[in-house]
């Protein structure tokens, strides 16, 4: 069975600050990495795509993968109160196509 | 331009009865994909479509859930029967296709059902 998995959180932080957000996975064969942003009763809107190891940058955002150990994160500089949502990590195994989600990570930015 | 659409954006339906879900993918997006959002479950997916064709459907939770695709676009979620386990939010999605791995899925607004 091919896991993600996530703090369910909540992650709080200061406004200003910096969020981590961590996942991991158990599929040594993902090729693909996602963050996705979710608001409450809103559908997923992605924030990064990743699929090479190390960091890679878009903004505020700075997505980190680390395939030998399984890991991907989602760094978010300067947090403001418009971030807290509940963030999905998912992942795309080879040549596949489904996303597998983590039970997403609810960060709360406060003012 | 226009993102993926869905409608109703919300159902509520009774036990027993049948429900027809549908998806409108971003213009010119080959693949189309289901997913269903409850909680405690996270997000499942159901079932993927490249073009009319449906080459997985290894998501889809019992024979009560079909769905087809027409004219490469829309695309239609029926569900039979529904029990009060179906309750949840339906996604859709869409890529450009053909479905490979660093494609990107954009996903529809939901539509919410409510079995009572």
């Known amino acids: 069975q091919k896991e993600v998995e996530q703090n369910s959180g909540p992650l709080s932080v200061p406004e200003g600050a910096i969020a981590s957000l961590n996942c991991t996975y158990s599929?040594?064969?993902?090729?693909?990495f996602f963050w996705y942003r979710q608001y409450s009763g809103k559908s997923p809107e992605l924030i990064m795509s990743i699929y090479s190891n190390g960091d890679k940058e878009d903004g505020r955002f700075t997505a980190q993968l680390n395939k030998a150990s399984q890991y991907v994160s989602l760094l978010i500089r300067d947090s403001q109160p418009s971030d807290s949502a509940t963030y999905l990590c998912?992942?795309?195994?080879?040549?596949?196509?489904?996303?597998?989600f983590g039970k997403g990570t609810l960060l709360t930015v406060n003012p | 331009g226009a993102g993926v659409s869905q409608s109703p954006s919300n159902k509520v339906t009774e036990k027993g009865k049948d429900v027809e879900l549908r998806c409108d993918p971003i213009?010119?997006?080959?693949?189309l994909y289901w997913y269903r959002q409850s909680l405690g479950q996270g997000l499942e997916f159901l079932i993927y479509?490249?073009?009319?064709?449906?080459?997985?459907k290894s998501g889809l939770p019992s024979d009560r859930f079909s769905a087809e695709r027409t004219g490469g676009s829309v695309s239609t979620l029926t569900i039979q029967r529904t029990q009060q386990e179906d309750s949840a939010v339906y996604l859709c999605a869409s890529s450009l296709g053909p479905g490979a791995a660093t494609d990107t899925q954009y996903f529809g607004p939901g539509t919410r059902l409510t079995v009572l």
């Open positions: 998912a992942v795309i195994e080879g040549s596949n196509y489904k996303l597998t």
């Open positions: 599929d040594r064969g993902s090729q693909s």
């Open positions: 479509f490249q073009g009319n064709s449906a080459p997985d």
């Open positions: 213009s010119g997006h080959t693949a």
